[in-house]
């Protein structure tokens, strides 16, 4: 346990171990499990925890068990990493040109067809 838990404290009145800090790469439930993953593939997305707050593991965009999910207007780019999602106004651009793309490439074969 030691190569990702520093500073572990004993409640002797509880008889139950606290976590001071959980290294950066690993991943717990919440803050009275003493079972800890290591989070994979994507350790750079836990942040640990400090004085037994699980609320703040995960990084900006990042969700759920082993902080694997991405959060609500985050979406995986390239199956790696979460990123921020586009606005609609970016949406509305993208979809302008792959449709004018679309028709210049529809118009380009329909004249070949002819020649």
């Not at 139950?16 to 690993?26: C, D, P």
């Not at 009275?32 to 993953?37: E, R, V, W």
């Not at 028709?103 to 020649?115: A, T």
């Amino acid at each position: 346990m030691e190569f990702y838990i520093i500073n572990q404290v004993y409640d002797y009145s509880r008889k139950q171990i606290y976590l001071n800090m959980i290294k950066k790469g690993y991943w717990k439930a919440d803050t009275l499990t003493k079972n800890i993953y290591p989070c994979a593939p994507f350790p750079d997305s836990c942040l640990g925890a400090f004085d037994n707050n699980t609320s703040q593991i995960c990084d900006i965009g990042y969700i759920g068990p082993l902080c694997q999910t991405c959060d609500h207007n985050f979406a995986k780019y390239g199956g790696k990493q979460c990123g921020p999602c586009f606005s609609k106004g970016e949406n509305y651009v993208v979809m302008i040109a792959t449709f004018f793309g679309f028709m210049i490439l529809l118009c380009v074969y329909i004249k070949s067809l002819f020649l």
